[in-house]
Each structure stands twice: as C-alpha cells, then as structure tokens.
C-alpha cells in the first residue's frame, strides 16, 4: 500500500521538534558582520523581494504573497523581545502552510469581521541587510518595517523588523520562514488581524 501524499496545506507533517530545533539556530546569532553578504547584485535581489511581499500584501493579494514562500515554511510572530522558543513561549502568531492557507481562505470569506471591511495598509521596508548561513542554499535577511494601518476610522502604526530565511526551491528563492519583531511585542497590540 502506498503512503499518502504529503500536503503541507492539509496536514502540519513538518513541524516536528528537528523543524523547531532548526528554526531556533537559524534565528540566534546570525546577524553579524562576518556573515555580510557584500555583493550588491545578491542584495538588490533579497531587496527587491521583501519589497515585493509588502506590495502584495498591501494590496491584499494574498495568494500571490503566500506564492512567495516554500511548501514548508514558517510565519512566526514572537511575543517576547527576542524571539525565544515557540515551542515554550506565546507567539501572537505562529502559522504553517496549513494555517496560513487557513488564514487567507478566512479573510476571503468575508466572516473575518475584523477585517470586515479590509484594513488599508502602506508598508515602507529599509535597511536591509543579507547574510550568508551554514547552507549555500538559504540566506537570513534583515529589514525594519513601519505599517500604517487605516480601519474603522484611525490610522495605527506598527514597528519592528522582520528576519526572513530564504531557500533555493524549484531554481528561485522563496521564503521558508518569517519573523516578525513587532517593538511592543511583550505590550497590549490589540488584535493584528492583517498578515504583517
């Protein structure tokens, strides 16, 4: 008898505690001057495509944003300043393939009453910086983000930066995880309802 496909959109088969261990040392200490990436062509193309997530999603192109990311990847979105384990500690947000397909199919259903109506969102990127890691085929990536979000009437910011890890998959690069460090993780942030 043959074993069942595996989809990431239908079950979480890859989150397991070697996902988890990896994703912890891919996220500690890689943010350092050894691991620069100085070339200006490799930097202009990671540029371009954390330039490119944020217009999608303000423009709420969902599935052409989630189209950016690996079969198997993470979104994490810590509630402690440095990240730490999701394993032991709260993440406002941590999503699979699976649950982020959850998420957009949510929100185009029209029921996510607080995105009912949709937020409007404008989302400015900087100082992004590209380092090398153990594997050729996976890059770190770091930026700092501002989102004004507009919805029911007033504008809010948020603010942190995000690291993203890139992989070579399918002869592109794709995110396979994010994390977002939003600067009052660890405060009240009332409910981030937008993918940030």
Not at 25 to 34: N, R
Not at 163 to 182: D, P, T
Request: aromatic residues 12%.
């Amino acid at each position: 008898m043959n074993a069942p496909a595996r989809d990431p959109s239908r079950s979480s088969y890859y989150v397991t505690n070697d996902f988890y261990l990896e994703l912890i040392a891919d996220f500690a200490d890689w943010q350092v001057d050894e691991r620069s990436v100085e070339d200006c062509a490799e930097r202009d193309r990671f540029r371009r495509l954390i330039e490119q997530e944020a217009r999608l999603l303000d423009r709420l192109l969902y599935e052409e944003w989630l189209a950016l990311y690996t079969p198997e990847c993470a979104y994490w979105v810590p509630s402690t300043p440095e990240g730490g384990d999701p394993r032991t500690e709260i993440s406002v947000m941590f999503d699979d393939r699976r649950r982020l397909e959850d998420r957009i199919y949510r929100l185009r259903t029209g029921y996510a009453w607080s995105q009912a109506p949709s937020s409007r969102t404008s989302r400015i990127v900087s100082n992004v910086e590209v380092f090398k890691s153990a594997r050729d085929d996976q890059r770190m990536v770091r930026s700092n983000f501002a989102i004004s979000e507009f919805w029911d009437g007033e504008i809010r910011m948020l603010a942190g930066w995000t690291g993203h890890r890139f992989r070579q998959h399918g002869g592109a690069w794709k995110i396979s995880a994010k994390q977002v460090n939003l600067l009052n993780c660890d405060q009240c942030i009332r409910n981030p309802s937008i993918v940030l």
